[in-house]
């Protein structure tokens, strides 16, 4: 008959676990197996966010809401509701939420969860104001310039601008269509767009130079975005990458390889890893990386930005080829059914990664265990990367 252990038992061998005791030792200390640590583990676990600490219990119950949440959704877009409700009680909604809550609901946001365009939110909002009959027109006329500027992907001067506006029916001068530009700080392509751009990208240096060294945590973070395709659609997978201990220190799936993807992960594992001093952040040149919003981002926390050169993997070696083990030790061998099921994948993959799985540049330690024994005043040889295996 397999004996029973006490439920304090089990936990405090998970506590001891947590905080970097290895499983083989206490198996054998405790004289239990290592699958019935395992499957302890997954008991009795603490589940770590970077705003709370739950208990398998808790995280599965967060997991249920989602499911149910996810679940109503469906149930409203299968539903054709919304598009029985009135749009004049549509956008009354929105006007509050836009009133109220602007803070936490981006119009775009708003609008889509409504089904209403913005363009005919805009056209309500300036509708609603008390203005004179010169500022309702100007207001419209801004709308107007901006919904071309966007159409043209920030493309078109005051005079194309004006050019379309004149095949519409509506005739002004450049100059009228250049002061609204300036007013609402809309600026088109330069002609010297190239030389600003060779010189911008002259800027973003290589501080690595394929030196994937480190002495200390949270010293230099690579990162890079892979994506799936799940049933004839994509996914994307940011990750963060630790130079020190390998460990992945952030990631996030999405939909869309967007700049807001990397701002995301960012931030999530900037506050997840204490919000560490001279840190380094390394990638490749892609246009979520180099946009003016990540830009920003890491500006405003000291963050030093290295850049690999264009076209040139190696430079970014430690993170193409840790996306090269994931897919082959892990996504290459599943059957996705659901963007759902690929989540948890990279969810088990990553923990696995970052807990279980050997790595022959520590030495064969766990990055887990290699940061636990550096914090226990035992500062391990700094691993070395030569542009092969992880």
């Not at 919904?147 to 002004?172: H, P, W």
């Not at 799936?253 to 001279?278: I, K, W």
Request: aromatic share 12%.
């Amino acid at each position: 008959m397999p004996k029973k252990y006490p439920l304090e038992f089990k936990k405090q061998a998970i506590r001891r676990y947590e905080k970097g005791e290895s499983i083989p030792a206490l198996c054998q200390e405790l004289h239990i197996s290592q699958s019935t640590f395992y499957h302890w583990r997954n008991q009795y676990r603490s589940i770590q966010t970077s705003a709370h600490t739950y208990t398998p219990a808790e995280f599965d119950a967060l997991v249920r809401r989602l499911q149910k949440a996810e679940h109503k959704l469906s149930i409203i877009q299968l539903s054709g509701y919304l598009s029985k409700v009135p749009l004049q009680d549509k956008l009354a909604t929105l006007e509050h939420f836009h009133n109220e809550m602007s803070d936490l609901y981006s119009v775009h946001e708003l609008c889509e969860a409504l089904d209403v365009s913005r363009g005919t939110f805009y056209n309500h909002i300036f509708r609603r104001a008390d203005r004179s009959k010169y500022e309702s027109e100007k207001a419209q006329l801004m709308l107007k310039v901006k919904q071309i500027f966007d159409d043209s992907e920030q493309r078109y001067g005051a005079d194309k601008i004006r050019t379309v506006l004149a095949e519409s029916g509506l005739r002004i001068s450049a100059k009228r269509v250049l002061s609204i530009m300036q007013e609402l700080g809309l600026h088109s392509i330069r002609t010297d767009a190239k030389k600003v751009y060779k010189n911008q990208m002259r800027k973003k240096q290589n501080l690595l130079h394929r030196k994937f060294t480190t002495n200390h945590p949270n010293q230099v973070w690579v990162s890079d975005i892979t994506y799936f395709k799940i049933k004839n659609a994509w996914v994307y997978l940011c990750a963060i990458i630790d130079l020190f201990s390998r460990k992945v220190v952030g990631y996030r799936v999405s939909r869309a390889a967007s700049t807001r993807l990397v701002t995301t992960t960012f931030r999530n594992a900037y506050a997840e890893r204490g919000y560490p001093q001279s840190l380094t952040f390394h990638s490749d040149r892609g246009g979520q990386y180099i946009s003016a919003a990540f830009s920003k981002l890491l500006q405003q926390y000291n963050v030093k930005h290295s850049f690999s050169a264009s076209g040139t993997p190696l430079d970014n070696a430690v993170a193409e080829t840790f996306f090269a083990t994931f897919k082959k030790e892990e996504a290459y061998r599943r059957e996705y059914t659901s963007e759902r099921h690929f989540r948890k994948s990279v969810d088990e993959y990553i923990r696995f990664y970052n807990e279980v799985r050997p790595h022959q540049t520590l030495k064969y330690k766990t990055p887990q265990a290699f940061e636990v024994t550096y914090q226990g005043s035992y500062i391990e040889k700094p691993c070395s990367y030569n542009d092969a295996g992880v």
